[in-house]
Nanobody
């Protein structure tokens, strides 16, 4: 089993920044994709950004140029640096880990609120 614990959410003003962290523990295979998803009230969960074992990244168009995903394999941690935050970025952000072999793991989520 794999456990994911997110941290770093909170309240920030429009234009501000936050950095989310996700620590993975447990039986983690050598190759996996880690990502951040978000889900706003009444909306479907969407992929925000992902990074694979070769550090190839993928972003949803709405965050390109503002968010940066990175991973520290030695620490089994993935980060999401969020800059120039907008009210529409307000969501619960979920960490996800998908091993190349099998499985799909989720954290419990951390709330990000962008408001003045």
């Amino acid at each position: 089993q794999v456990q994911l614990v997110e941290s770093g959410g909170g309240l920030v003003q429009p234009g501000g920044s936050l950095r989310l962290s996700c620590l993975a523990s447990g039986s983690i295979s050598s190759r996996y994709v880690m990502g951040w998803y978000r889900q706003a009230p009444g909306k479907q969960r969407e992929l925000v950004a992902s990074v694979d074992f070769a550090d190839r990244t993928n972003y949803v168009d709405s965050v390109k140029g503002r968010f940066t995903i990175s991973r520290d394999n030695a620490k089994n941690t993935v980060y999401l640096q969020m800059n120039s935050l907008k009210p529409e970025d307000t969501s619960v952000y979920y960490c996800n880990l998908k091993p190349y072999s099998a499985g799909n793991y989720w954290g419990k989520g951390t709330l990000v609120t962008v408001s003045s």
